[in-house]
C-alpha cells in the first residue's frame, strides 16, 4: 500500500485532486489539523475516525494539531443543526475540554501531537480584525451551506454568530499554518472555507480531507445527542454491549472504517465478538475486553448474574409492590416496570414473577433482575 493510500484510507474527498502528493513532495512533516467543538464531554467510536486518520499520518512522521474548540464552542457550531446550539458555562466547556484530550490519545501519538486551544488566538483578534476576517468570504458563499439554506427557507433564524462560525475554524487553519484538515462530511463546507482564508491571508492552502459519518446500530449517524454513541471514556460492559447490538449487515462498513481491516472469515457472531474486543481493548486494554466479553457471555447470552450486583434495601412494609420497588432499583416508571412484570420480564431468584404485590419473605435475600441487564440483591435480614 502505498503512502497516499494509507494516509487517505477510507476518505470521502480529498481536495484539491494531486494536492496531497504536493504537500508530501515538500519534504518535511506536514501538520494535520482536526478541531473538535467540546459540546458534549465524549469522543464516540464515530468521531474517532478522523484520529484515526490523523494518527496514520502520525505514524508516518507528521504533527497531529488537534485543535480544541474552547472559543469555538461558546459559538456552536451550526452543521447539521435545524437551530443554533445552546451556550455552555465557561466551566462545562473547560472540563469537556480535558475528556477532549484525554479520549484523544486512546487513538493519537500522544509524542507528534500538539494541543492547541483557539483561544488563545481568538480571543485576541480585534474588532478589527474580525472586519478583515469576514472580508475573505462573501454572504452568498456563507450561505451556500446547506443546513443554513434549508433553515432561511423553512423561515428559522440563523444568527450573525453562526455565520462567523466557519470564519472563525478556518482562522485555526491561518494561525497554526494547517498542511491538511481533517474532518467529517458534515463540516467539508467549513473545511474549504479554511483553504480560502488561508489564502487570503497569503499562506499554501491546506489540503482537505473528509472521512464517512459512522452509521450507529439504530440505523442513523452516531450522535452523542441521540443517545446511540459508543464513548471512548464508555465502561468496559457498556462498550462491548452497544456494539453487539450493530446489525450483521453493518459489519463490512464498521470493519472498514474503525478496524480498517476486513471482516474476519465464520459466524457473524464471531466476528462481532471480535470488533467488540477491539473497541473495547482501544479503550481500555486487552485484559479489559477479555473480562468485558466475560461479563457479555454471562450476562446477555446465558442470562446469568454480574459479578458486581449493587445491592439494594427493601423498603418497609408486607407485602412489597413489585413496580415500585423496581422504579426505586432502576429509575424505572411505575408504567414501565408493570408492563415488564405483565411480559413476564421480571424474576426473583430465577423464577418469573406475574404479581404486583411479592410477600416481603420472598424478597428478603433474593437476587431481583429486571428485563437482561438489570439486577439487584437484596441480602437477608438479621
Known amino acids: 500500500m502505498s503512502d497516499i493510500s494509507l494516509l487517505a484510507r477510507n476518505h470521502v474527498e480529498l481536495l484539491p485532486a494531486g494536492g496531497l502528493e504536493a504537500k508530501l513532495k515538500l519534504g518535511r512533516p506536514l501538520r494535520v489539523k482536526l478541531g473538535i467543538d467540546v459540546t458534549s464531554p465524549d469522543i464516540h467510536v464515530g468521531r474517532g475516525i478522523p484520529l484515526q486518520r490523523m494518527r496514520a499520518f502520525q505514524d508516518a512522521g507528521h504533527i497531529g494539531v488537534l485543535i480544541v ?17 445552546p451556550i455552555l458555562s465557561d466551566a462545562e466547556i473547560d472540563a469537556s475540554a480535558k475528556l477532549y484530550v484525554d479520549q484523544a490519545m486512546q487513538i493519537l501519538d500522544p509524542a507528534r501531537t500538539e494541543i492547541r486551544f483557539n483561544g488563545e488566538w481568538l480571543s485576541k483578534l480585534s474588532f478589527a480584525d474580525v472586519v478583515r476576517l469576514t472580508r475573505t468570504l462573501t454572504v452568498a458563499q456563507l450561505l451556500e451551506r446547506d443546513d443554513f439554506s434549508k433553515r432561511i427557507a423553512a423561515g428559522h433564524p440563523v444568527s450573525v454568530s453562526e455565520l462567523l462560525y466557519p470564519l472563525m475554524q478556518a482562522y485555526d487553519s491561518v494561525a497554526i499554518e494547517a498542511d491538511v484538515e481533517l474532518g467529517g462530511t458534515d463540516q467539508l463546507y467549513n ?64 470493519y472498514r472504517l474503525v478496524v480498517e481491516g476486513p471482516v474476519p472469515a465464520g459466524e457473524a457472531m464471531d466476528a462481532k465478538l471480535a470488533l467488540a474486543r477491539f473497541i473495547v481493548a482501544r479503550s481500555h486494554g486487552a485484559e479489559a475486553a477479555v473480562e468485558a ?43 414501565d416496570a408493570r408492563r415488564m412484570i405483565g411480559q413476564g420480564g421480571v ?27 438489570r439486577f439487584v440483591q437484596y441480602p437477608p435480614s438479621s
Open 69 to 85: 474548540g474552547d472559543y469555538t464552542t461558546r459559538i456552536g457550531d451550526p452543521s447539521g443543526r435545524s437551530a443554533e446550539r
Open 293 to 335: 466479553e466475560a461479563h457479555f457471555t454471562r450476562v446477555v447470552r446465558e442470562g446469568g448474574a454480574p459479578e458486581d450486583v449493587p445491592q439494594g434495601v427493601l423498603p418497609d412494609g408486607d407485602p412489597i409492590h413489585l413496580p415500585a420497588l423496581l422504579a426505586a432499583a432502576f429509575g424505572l416508571s411505575t408504567s
Open 191 to 254: 473545511l474549504l472555507a479554511g483553504r480560502t482564508v488561508m489564502e487570503a491571508y497569503g499562506l499554501e492552502p491546506q489540503v482537505v480531507l473528509t472521512t464517512p459519518l459512522l452509521v450507529s446500530f439504530d440505523g442513523s449517524k452516531m450522535s452523542s445527542s441521540i443517545g446511540n454513541n459508543i464513548p471512548l471514556a464508555a465502561a468496559r460492559e457498556e462498550q462491548f454491549g452497544r456494539t453487539m447490538r450493530i446489525p450483521d449487515t453493518m459489519l463490512e462498513d464498521w
Open 347 to 373: 424474576k426473583v431468584d430465577g423464577t418469573a414473577v406475574s404479581s404486583l404485590d411479592v410477600p416481603r419473605a420472598e424478597l428478603d435475600g433474593a437476587l431481583v433482575q429486571a428485563g437482561k441487564r
